[in-house]
């Protein structure tokens, strides 16, 4: 594990010093920026690990690289909106699990899971290999889980991938003790508790206050949501419990994110109104008990046709699209085409929405002069499962460093000798 790290920390040193003195010109793909129209026949230019035109005429300086992307489609990097890449590396395994917190009755918003994220998981590989760029990581569990970060995925350390944190605080409404009203009530309590230690934080250093439902620390880490500073991402999928999330944001005037939102499309005018961006897939938005006979397959292009904001995550359970199989957001959103939203819009939300909505979309999430080169030259249509990403840049630098899922693809296609295949 250490001879690894060591490995890791070399190529990003050398991948860095290869993006500061290289510049790079991909040419003759359909390029998607997302910010702007399809350009046919367009160039993508890099110099010193960020983008410097995008364009049909783009002048091209001597001396650059030059990468033939004809009949190929070139999209920026992909930014998986919500994800536990580098917090958690074997299910079954306890020690690798860095996204939960125990914290007080269900409360840990001081809770960071960044500062145990693992920048030489064998899951970041894959993950680039199938063009994820940056995604947003989250803590689970409990009423409040924690704090959420943006990650880049250089090939580097954990202070070189660390994009932004926090970028939101996560809190779940579904069932997590008690009842569902139970839960909005808990809630609504220690942002109250949260109000009243901001206010009266000199009173509470002399021990002159009551006695408050959350600790000290996370009564601090609340205070940015309060202010407005931070998003509360609340996890929610019931069209009723989206509404107590509406109300509670109200209340207490802080910027409100959902996640889940599988009944979203029941309140969507709503939703647009109040200018709130839903975390949704496409993949199993199906129901599966009488509590969710409202969840549609429809639920993500409905939603997007309304003027909500959608990031498109995965959902397909079982936490595989969380941690295991990250890049398959891109099949979310080929599902949500399928399922009437616009092609488009499907590609903007797995790229410059999810940048925008956790404060990084000044750097990823399309392609644009200065933003960082982050860009994936793909075989074809990026949502059909036939796809490949042909060529996956980060931060200017290709990726070539093979995955432990490539690796033990070459070995076992390498038969031994005293194989004999079955008669």
């Not at 690894?4 to 359909?30: D, E, M, N, R, W």
């Not at 290999?129 to 889980?145: E, K, Y």
């Not at 295991?324 to 590609?347: P, Q, S, T």
């Amino acid at each position: 594990m250490m001879r690894h790290f060591f490995i890791c920390a070399a190529l990003a040193s050398l991948g860095t010093a290869v993006a500061s003195g290289q510049t790079i010109a991909i040419t003759g793909g359909k390029v998607y920026p997302v910010s702007g129209p399809v350009i046919e026949g367009g160039t993508v230019l890099i110099r010193d690990g960020r983008i410097v035109a995008v364009g049909a005429d783009v002048a091209i300086p001597a001396g650059a690289q030059r990468v033939d992307a004809t009949g190929k489609v070139v999209t920026p990097g992909l930014v998986n909106g919500a994800s536990q890449l580098g917090l958690m590396e074997i299910g079954a395994v306890g020690s690798t699990r860095e996204m939960r917190a125990r914290g007080k009755d269900g409360i840990a918003a001081a809770f960071m899971p960044w500062e145990g994220f693992n920048p030489s998981s064998v899951l970041l590989g894959p993950a680039r290999d199938g063009g994820i760029t940056s995604a947003v990581i989250l803590p689970q569990g409990g009423l409040i889980s924690g704090q959420a970060a943006v990650i880049h995925l250089v090939v580097g350390t954990a202070t070189d991938m660390i994009m932004r944190a926090p970028v939101a605080m996560l809190a779940s409404l579904g069932q997590v003790a008690g009842n569902r009203a139970e839960t909005i009530m808990r809630l609504r309590e220690v942002l109250f508790d949260a109000r009243a230690f901001r206010t009266h934080r000199a009173d509470y250093e002399r021990s002159q206050t009551r006695t408050f439902s959350a600790s000290r620390l996370d009564l601090e880490a609340l205070a940015p949501v309060l202010d407005g500073k931070l998003p509360l991402l609340v996890a929610v999928d019931k069209a009723s419990d989206i509404e107590a999330a509406l109300r509670l944001s109200k209340e207490f005037g802080f910027r409100l994110i959902i996640a889940g939102g599988a009944e979203g499309w029941q309140v969507a005018n709503a939703l647009a109104s109040a200018k709130v961006t839903v975390l949704t897939g496409a993949m199993n938005n199906v129901p599966d008990d009488f509590s969710s006979l409202g969840q549609r397959q429809e639920n993500a292009g409905l939603l997007a046709k309304a003027g909500v904001p959608v990031v498109i995550i995965g959902n397909a359970g079982g936490g595989d699209e969380d941690v295991f199989n990250v890049r398959n957001v891109r099949f979310e959103a080929g599902n949500a085409v399928a399922y009437g939203m616009e092609w488009n819009a499907a590609l903007r939300a797995i790229t410059l929405t999810p940048a925008e909505t956790f404060g990084v979309g000044d750097r990823v999430g399309s392609l644009q002069a200065g933003k960082l080169a982050d860009v994936v030259i793909w075989s074809g249509d990026p949502f059909e499962f036939a796809t490949q990403p042909e060529r996956v840049y980060v931060g200017g630098v290709q990726i070539s460093t093979p995955s432990r899922q490539d690796l033990l693809e070459q070995r076992y296609k390498t038969l031994p000798p005293e194989y004999r295949k079955p008669d």
